[in-house]
Nanobody, 127 residues
Framework: QVQLVESGGGSVQAGGSLKLSCAGS????????MGWFRQAPGKEREGVAA????????YYADSVKGRFTISQDNAKNTLALQMNSLKPEDTGMYYC????????????????????WGQGTQVTVSS
């Protein structure tokens, strides 16, 4: 059984940093994409960052480029998101997700293409 468990969320002031982690269990050998998504109250879930199997190809939403870094530790089956220079608009529930289909990098941000999801971790950035 595949499970994804996020941790590391919290409350910070604007300009601060947080690091999110996602621990994966089960058969992870067939995951093509792993990513982070977020959802603010009243808004749709949006892709934040993702990486392709192996971790060499990484993708970011324009709103987080230069501030967020996605990384993967294959040995530990973990996915991380280092978030720096946080802004109030980064506030939301952050979800880790994994996809078992190679749908092509152009669609990395499409949440419906991901098969497995964590329960989410809250990030709150105050001004």
């Amino acid at each position: 059984q595949v499970q994804l468990v996020e941790s590391g969320g919290g409350s910070v002031q604007a300009g601060g940093s947080l690091k999110l982690s996602c621990a994966g269990s089960g058969n992870t050998n067939y995951w093509y994409y792993m990513g982070w998504f977020r959802q603010a109250p009243g808004k749709e879930r949006e892709g934040v960052a993702a990486l392709y199997a192996g971790g060499y190809n990484k993708y970011y939403a324009d709103s987080v480029k230069g501030r967020f870094t996605i990384s993967q530790d294959n040995a530990k089956n973990t996915l991380a998101l280092q978030m720096n220079s946080l802004k109030p608009e980064d506030t939301g529930m952050y979800y880790c997700a994994a996809a078992v289909i190679n749908f092509g990098s152009a669609a990395w941000f499409v949440s419906s293409l991901y098969n497995y999801w964590g329960q989410g971790t809250q990030v709150t950035v105050s001004s």
